[in-house]
Nanobody, 120 residues
């Protein structure tokens, strides 16, 4: 019953910025971790950034210093601020949320993805 809605993707020139949002809703008791992944055509899905319930963050090397992940617990929302975008950042970006439902069941849910295109 947990559902995710992603937004913020679009077309931007190299060096520009975008902010992705992912809002979780439904039968949520708590959220233990949120993350952003991306998948380019012909490539496997890769981790971009994660944030735990304790606020610990991690990033893939290629985005360190450029991307920042954050969360708003009151809104059950995770954000990915992307600065200094490069053409190689072009991909479909997917949100992932995991935690416990109101029925005390573990869950892990993926968003449908939002397209980010960076032109040179």
């Amino acid at each position: 019953q947990v559902q995710l809605v992603e937004s913020g993707g679009g077309l931007v020139q190299a060096g520009g910025s975008l902010r992705l949002s992912c809002a979780a809703s439904g039968s949520i008791f708590n959220i233990n971790a949120m993350g952003w992944y991306r998948q380019a055509p012909g490539k496997q899905r890769e981790l971009v950034a994660t944030i735990t319930s304790g606020g610990s963050t991690s990033y893939t090397d290629s985005v360190k210093g450029r991307f920042t992940i954050s969360r708003d617990n009151a809104k059950n929302t995770v954000y990915l601020q992307m600065n200094s975008l490069k053409p190689e950042d072009t991909a479909v970006y997917y949100c992932n949320v995991r935690g416990i439902t109101t029925d005390f069941m573990d869950y892990s849910r993926w968003g449908k993805g939002t397209q980010v295109t960076v032109s040179s």
